[in-house]
C-alpha cells in the first residue's frame, strides 16, 4: 500500500510516522505480530521523479503470514469468538479464499486450535496450497472454471460443506463487516489526519474500504 502525505508535512511530524513496535520484546503468540506494520518513506524514486509530496509504502509482509489479510483473519475469528458464535473444542472453521485471508485464517486456528478446512481454486499457486497444509488446515481444490455461483465452486463447496459438519462456521470475508477499516484505522492513527491519497491492489480494498 503507498500512502501519499501533504507536501507540507514538517520533519517533526514526519518523525512521529516511525513504527512503535519493540525489537527486543517477546510476544505470547505469533498473532501478536499481526499489525502494527511499518510505514516506510520511499525516498530515490520520488527524488528520481521529482514527486513533491512524501510518499509512504504500508510495509504490510511484515505480517506473520505475509500479507494484509492476517489482519482480517484474526479479527474475523476473534469477532465471532467475543459474540460467543464459536469456540475451540466444537467449531470448524471453513472458508472459501483465493489464498491469503485463508492463510490469516489457518494461522488462527492453528494458534487457537480451531479445526480449519479451505476451499481453494486449481488456479491458485501450490505454494498457497503447501502453506496452508503447513499451518494445519486441510486444502480442497475446486474447478477454476466454475462459476463462482456454481455448487462446484471454492464457495458452493465451502456451503456444502457448512451444511455437512457439525458446528461449522463460514467467516465469510465477502460479507463480514470485521475485514473493513483495520488497514483505514491503522493509516489513520500514523497519519493523523496528514493522509491524502491511499493506492492499493484490488483484492485488499476491502480493507481500506470506508463507509
Known sequence: TLIISHPRLQRRERMSLRTECPRNHILPTI?????????????????????????????????????????????????AEKRGDISPDKTTIIEPTSGNTGIGLALTCAVKGYRCIITLPNKMSQEKSNTLEALGAEVIRTPTEAAWDAPESHIGVANKLNREVPHSWIPNQYDNEATFLLTTKALLKKSINRLAVACTCASSRQALAAP
Open 31 to 79: 498473532l501478536d505480530h499481526i499489525g502494527a506494520t511499518p510505514l516506510v518513506r520511499i525516498n530515490r524514486l520520488t527524488q528520481n521523479e521529482g514527486v513533491a509530496c512524501e510518499v509512504l509504502a504500508k510495509c504490510e509482509f511484515f505480517n506473520a503470514g505475509g500479507s494484509v489479510k492476517d489482519r482480517i483473519g484474526k479479527r474475523m475469528i476473534e469477532d
